[in-house]
């Protein structure tokens, strides 16, 4: 029997010829990130070591990253303090691969990784946040973890009990209509799956679109595959797993490119043609709430976001802003913007897209998760209501339980901002 491509990574992080669905492992780990939530970690790692006589070092901190995205530039006097401690942490113990709350350097974990080349095919990459599933768009097998789990993983430089998923397999054919993309896409898969459709499982994506695919897209399939419960989302490293980590994130060193065998065994095959697929927008309070556009088109909103680690990437700041630029956004409405990352911020900077942003009335943000949490910043007021380009819409998750938000891509949000009410972007394309 051949084996999936995530059983293939498990087989070589675990040291065995072949692992397969149910089999418990303790791969070793190739890259565990964190955010501001290091600082938990760094607790739990002195509390593990507390008493045993070993080092308290980190197993081996070339394959550490600590990223600042969350709560950038800090908005308490306890999470200053917090990054404070880090930043002592990584200095000590001389982690490289930390991105600090700099213009330069600065963004969301789920990109950094990416365009740092941080991330390669066949890795097993562990991180304390639940959309470490993005970094399969590059081939490799990234799930979350906990604090205690990355505490184990810093001391062991292993995971340790891991089940290796069965792996659904979706295939996906088809050309998108204009203004229909990867975000519309997954939100069907989600609607389709449920937001326990694919408890424990992988979900590995294939079929001629996504080989037509950019990383880009790659990443927003990828990131929100955890909606629907899924431990990870892998698309097999292909030619253009190549050329971005090549083009883009600058790496020289070998790729191994790993795939599914032929006769792989898969839990199920679901069947997707995108020809069709209208703009969709995921319903308060779930992900999985997921209706056409025109179902819920002329729902006032006051609140729009562009941005965090599912589309705030260039490709989607470029498909906004040519939506906004020469327009205003409209009176009553408050259109926030946020860049993946500093690289991507300048870029569209030097672009024009942040000039056409703000010649319409939107605010640019600095590169961070700002408004997707609503901890730090973009909360909403009571009986508001927001559409995002984020990834989730659970109650209370852009800081008000007694709001509302809407999940959409790009184009329906820029749409959105224009007219003030949830609006069909062909129609104002």
């Not at 197993?59 to 800090?74: G, N």
């Not at 295939?171 to 326990?196: N, R, Y």
């Amino acid at each position: 029997m051949g084996a999936t491509v995530v059983e293939k990574i498990l087989a070589r992080a675990s040291g065995r010829a072949s692992v397969y669905a149910g089999d418990v492992v303790e791969p070793r780990v190739d890259l565990a990130m964190s955010h501001e939530n290091a600082a938990l970690v760094i607790n739990q790692f002195l509390e593990i070591l507390e008493g045993t006589g070993l080092p308290a070092r980190p197993w081996d901190p070339a394959k550490i990253a600590i990223i600042f995205d969350h709560r950038v530039p800090a908005e308490s006097a306890k999470t200053a303090t917090n990054q404070m401690r880090v930043r002592a942490f990584v200095a000590e113990h001389g982690i490289a691969k930390f991105h600090d709350i700099r213009g330069d350097v600065g963004g969301i974990c789920h990109q950094i990784l990416p365009e740092r080349g941080y991330v390669r095919p066949g890795m097993v990459v562990v991180g304390t946040d639940s959309h470490t599933t993005s970094h399969g768009a590059l081939g490799a097998f990234a799930f979350g973890i906990g604090a205690t789990e990355m505490a184990s993983v810093w001391a062991l430089g292993t995971a340790v009990n891991v089940e290796v998923p069965r792996t659904i397999r979706v295939v996906v054919d088809g050309s998108f209509p204009e203004l229909v993309g990867p975000k519309d896409l997954i939100l069907h898969l989600v609607g389709l799956l449920t937001a326990q459709g694919a408890n424990f499982r992988a979900l590995e994506f294939c079929g001629e679109t996504i080989e037509r695919l950019s990383t880009s897209g790659r990443l927003v399939l990828c990131n929100m595959s955890v909606e629907a419960g899924a431990t990870s989302g892998i698309v097999p490293a292909d030619q253009e797993t190549v050329r971005y980590l090549r083009g883009e994130a600058g790496v020289s060193e070998p790729l191994a490119l790993v795939a599914s065998d032929r006769d792989a065994e898969y839990e199920r095959v679901v069947a997707i043609d995108v020809s069709n697929l209208p703009p969709l927008v995921a319903c308060p309070h779930t992900v999985d709430n997921v209706k056409p556009v025109t179902a819920v088109a002329g729902t006032p909103v006051q609140q729009v976001v562009i941005g965090s680690c599912t589309n705030g990437r260039l490709d989607d700041l470029a498909v906004a802003a040519h939506i906004v630029r020469g327009r205003r956004v409209a009176e009553g409405t408050r259109m926030l913007v946020f860049p993946a990352s500093a690289r991507i911020y300048a870029e569209a900077l030097r672009l024009g897209y942040l000039g056409d942003f703000i010649a319409a009335g939107a605010v640019v943000m600095n590169p961070g998760c700002g408004p997707c949490l609503g901890i730090h910043e973009g909360a909403l007021g009571d009986g508001e209501t927001a559409i995002s380009t984020t990834n989730r819409n659970f109650k209370g998750r852009m800081g008000n339980p007694a709001s509302e938000v809407y999940l959409s891509s790009p184009a329906v949000a820029a749409a959105s901002a224009l007219t003030g009410v949830i609006t069909d972007p062909r129609k104002e394309h």
